[in-house]
């Protein structure tokens, strides 16, 4: 499980880096560009909140984030292609969601 303790991301994100990691569901724009290690697109799509924190971020991928599901556009495309099909997301459910505690 993903420590999120330490987790630079506003913590709106942390329900989809988890849908990713855990199910291969697709994140925003910002965090597949620091996925696939696009740093042009990874400043691109950041907010001012990310932006600041994008070499934390990438510290805290290193450490809690299994290494083969980022650092390339391979990894990530095949990381999504061995999580499909992982889970059913039940309707009115967000992937947002997926990751949140009861």
């Not at 984030?65 to 495309?77: D, F, I, L, N, T």
Request: aromatic share 12%; proline share 12%.
């Amino acid at each position: 499980m993903l420590n999120f303790d330490t987790c630079p991301l506003h913590p709106r994100q942390h329900g989809e880096i988890f849908a990713y990691v855990e199910y291969g569901l697709p994140p925003g724009e910002f965090l597949q560009a620091v996925l696939t290690n696009d740093l042009r697109g990874a400043t691109r799509f950041a907010d001012p909140y990310n932006l600041t924190r994008l070499p934390s971020l990438v510290t805290w991928l290193w450490n809690e984030v299994p290494a083969p599901c980022w650092g390339s556009p391979q990894k990530y495309h095949q990381w999504r292609r061995m999580k499909a099909g992982a889970i059913t997301i039940p309707p009115g459910l967000t992937p947002e969601q997926l990751g949140k505690e009861k």
